[in-house]
């Protein structure tokens, strides 16, 4: 499945690599927070509706996760997650 959608495939992203490189799965988390809720709503292909004003990214990105990969995280640590990979890449690329 996700190596059809076009997404994955334009991050270079392969679904083997995710679930053993943590490198890999926080930039595939950093990656999906970037994205808006509405955008997030669009790649989800789960049977659950998130589109209540009360749902927050996280969830959504949450519940990708484990659906599609069987990794189980809480949303303070997809948020924290996604702020540690953009602070390590921007100071990367700075030095």
Known sequence: ?????TFYR????HPSKIKESNFEQNG???ELYKLSKKDLLKKYQGKVDFSGPD???ET??????????NI???TDAIKK???RF???NKSEKGA
């Open 72 to 74: 189980k995280m809480s």
């Open 28 to 30: 595939l988390i950093y």
């Open 86 to 88: 953009c602070k390590i």
């Open 55 to 57: 749902i927050y990214k």
């Open 60 to 69: 959504i990105i949450s519940a990708m996760l484990e659906e599609e990969y």
């Open 10 to 13: 334009q991050l270079g992203i």
């Open 81 to 83: 997650t996604a702020t």
């Open 1 to 5: 499945m996700t190596e059809k959608n």
